[in-house]
């Protein structure tokens, strides 16, 4: 938002600060050596109370930072919402409206007098769907008296079903996991039932040995949000490990994606414990492909030799596809994953012999959401609320490295909303150029560390080498390749050649300012 909005502002020591006490908090040695052994002890206590800190200094700094590029200091009081769109393509998104917005009305248009669908929910708040926001641009959007405009095509919960023209997901009413996810006049199940397990299905385990994992107790289905916009079930029962844990299935009209809001709500337990959520997707012979930074990996065919098999990190996206069709996943707040088991039970002295050589071939998957296995550094229990997110699309045809990108981008970036740009705030909005490849994907957009630039990291997220052109860029300014070190190291060609999954880094020093794409 910096990059966009506030080019020459950016508060260059800010960002360093809020970085550290992120990098102090993830760094693991940080905790105490008796975090295990003595938990109530002052020093554990008192380890623990200092390294939580960089956490929510962090968290607070990025709020404050992400607001300030935003111009946006005070958005509940909006009547008028602008939404950013920090990917370079078309989005629409369901997108709650402020305070200020909703007290106005339940009619909602665009700026440009555009009506958008839009729902009041059973809490009072309203809902919208922010339709075609451009790329690296921004859309404005008010609300007015009047009833609410469904959707073309609506959605609606119906008993343990939601049903959409894109979409049918039926919940298993013993489990509350989806024993059925359909795209409307197709047989085809996406949902294994012959595996242990369905999609969202809660397992703990205590202790190492898999057979030994418990799945939830009986289960209440209700309706959350009834439709035409977003529908919902509400799923709730007592869990093993748990005080109780509610879990929601989210469907928005038009929509291939489901989402899942799981709150886990953790006893205090210090004995070896892990909680798990198993999606067992039918796809059969499905090639499982996971992002991790800049690049993608498909298990045992891209790892090199010693490589952990019993469990894998996930940036952003899995991706199960053969030939005819594929499942998307999101681990949004859980990047732990194991395939086709419960696999990272190893505790204390691990043999090499105990470790696994290859990974198993599944199009089982299983978020490992919590574990309290580690013996020094880290807390002994994980009491309290935790909320996890998962997202799940169905496609057809077979892997789509561009679509599983935007995928992985949209459900971790959601549309930023900022104050009306009026008077100065116009002339810091700049228009920015993006690739026209599709496979090209501005990874990152940043103002330079010495505030004279935009720097453009873009990935080819292909199979094979792609071509940038930039030969409309110039009018933005003059645009060099550079690499970490940000500094202009030589003029960049009209056209870059890319490898497959390869970065280039550009720097566009300052140059000519766009507004609504005519020279300011």
């Known amino acids: 938002m910096w990059a966009v909005l506030r080019l020459t502002e950016r508060p260059a020591e800010a960002f360093r600060e809020a970085w550290k006490n992120i990098l102090l908090y993830s760094e693991h040695t940080w905790g105490a050596y008796c975090s295990i052994s003595r938990p109530d002890d002052p020093f554990t206590v008192s380890q623990w109370e200092r390294k939580r800190q960089f956490a929510l200094d962090a968290a607070e700094q990025a709020e404050a930072l992400l607001k300030q590029g935003a111009m946006d200091q005070d958005k509940t009081d909006q009547k008028t919402v602008v939404l950013w769109n920090t990917t370079q393509w078309p989005r629409t998104e369901l997108v709650k409206a402020t305070p200020a917005m909703a007290k106005q009305g339940t009619l909602v248009k665009s700026a440009e007098n555009v009506v958008m669908p839009s729902q009041r929910l059973k809490n009072g708040d309203l809902v919208f769907l922010a339709q075609d926001v451009p790329g690296l641009a921004a859309r404005s959007y008010e609300a007015f008296q009047g009833d609410a405009v469904p959707p073309e095509q609506g959605v609606r919960a119906e008993g343990n079903q939601l049903i959409s023209s894109e979409l049918i997901v039926t919940l298993d009413e013993e489990t509350g996991a989806i024993k059925e996810l359909r795209i409307p006049g197709d047989d085809h199940n996406f949902v294994d039932t012959q595996a242990p397990v369905r999609v969202n299905d809660y397992r703990y385990l205590k202790g190492t040995n898999p057979a030994d994992a418990l799945p939830n107790g009986k289960v209440t289905i209700s309706a959350g949000e009834t439709g035409p916009l977003v529908a919902s079930l509400i799923v709730t029962s007592a869990a093993p490990g748990c005080v109780d844990l509610v879990r929601e299935v989210r469907l928005v009209a038009g929509e291939r994606r489901v989402e899942v809001i799981n709150h886990v709500n953790r006893e205090l337990v210090r004995e070896k414990d892990a909680v798990h959520f198993g999606f067992a997707f039918n796809v059969p012979g499905g090639q499982v492909r996971m992002e991790t930074p800049w690049a993608v990996v498909r298990p045992n065919k891209d790892q090199l030799p010693g490589s952990c098999y019993n469990w894998f ?31 990272a039970n190893l505790l204390g002295s691990v043999r090499l012999d105990e470790w696994m050589t290859e990974a198993n071939e599944s199009q089982t998957i299983y978020s490992w959401a919590q574990n309290n296995h580690w013996h020094t550094n880290y807390k002994a229990e994980q009491p309290g609320v935790t909320t996890f997110h998962y997202v799940i699309e169905v496609h057809k045809g077979g892997y789509h490295a561009a679509a599983a990108a935007r995928f992985g981008q949209e459900t971790t970036r959601p549309l930023v909303s900022a104050v009306p740009a009026s008077g100065p705030a116009k002339r810091r909005i700049y228009r920015m150029p993006v690739p026209e490849n599709e496979n090209l994907i501005v990874e990152t957009l940043k103002v330079s560390e010495d505030g004279e630039a935009q720097i453009y990291r873009i990935q080819n997220v292909a199979e094979q080498t792609e071509t940038l052109d930039i030969s409309k860029w110039k009018k933005f300014g003059d645009v060099y390749q550079t690499d970490l070190s940000e500094k202009p190291l030589k003029t960049a060609k009209s056209k870059i050649k890319i490898p497959a999954h390869g970065i280039v880094n550009l720097r566009v020093d300052f140059g000519q300012v766009y507004f609504d794409g005519k020279l300011w």
């Open 313 to 343: 990190t996930v940036q952003r996206w899995v991706d199960i596809s053969n030939d005819e069709y594929g499942v998307l996943w999101a681990p949004v707040d859980a990047p732990l994953m194991q395939i086709g088991g419960i696999t």
